[in-house]
């Protein structure tokens, strides 16, 4: 049963992170770039594009690799914690995007990132 689940999960967040990677390079572009840190010294629209291929990248690898599965979600918990000041920076300076147009949905969305880096790894460990 945790085989499943870990799979499932596997399978959710790499088919999640390939969509959000192609609407990085085509439609939202614009929805994220109100992530993007101003402290960055990089260009937003290089950023979120950057972060797109990036993302469809971790995605597919979820979705297909098998030798390097928890090489892939170590890799993917640390993409998750790299663009982490993104979400932070999109409160702070009250950003809306994605439907996030209150403090509190921007606030309740933190809490989700920490989620996201050990579903990553978890779900690409095989069970003890």
């Known amino acids: 049963m945790a ?9 959710l967040l790499g088919s999640a992170l390939t969509f959000a990677g192609i609407s990085h390079l085509a439609w939202a572009r614009e929805e994220f770039r109100a992530q993007v840190p101003e402290s960055l010294p990089l260009d937003p629209d290089t950023t979120v594009l950057a972060s797109g291929v990036a993302e469809i990248g971790l995605g597919t690898a979820l979705l297909f ?23 932070i920076a999109q409160y702070v300076h009250r950003r809306d995007g994605f439907g996030l147009d209150t403090d509190r949905k ?14 990553a790894v978890w779900s690409t460990r095989r069970p003890a």
């Not at 993409?79 to 000041?85: I, K, L, Q, T, W």
């Not at 921007?106 to 579903?119: D, E, I, T």
């Open 106 to 119: 921007r606030l309740v969305r933190l809490f989700f990132q920490p989620a996201l880096v050990g579903l």
């Open 65 to 87: 690799s098998r030798e390097h599965r928890p090489l892939v979600g170590t890799a993917a918990g640390v993409f998750f914690a790299a663009v982490f000041p993104g979400n």
């Open 3 to 11: 085989s499943l689940a870990r799979t499932t999960g596997r399978i």
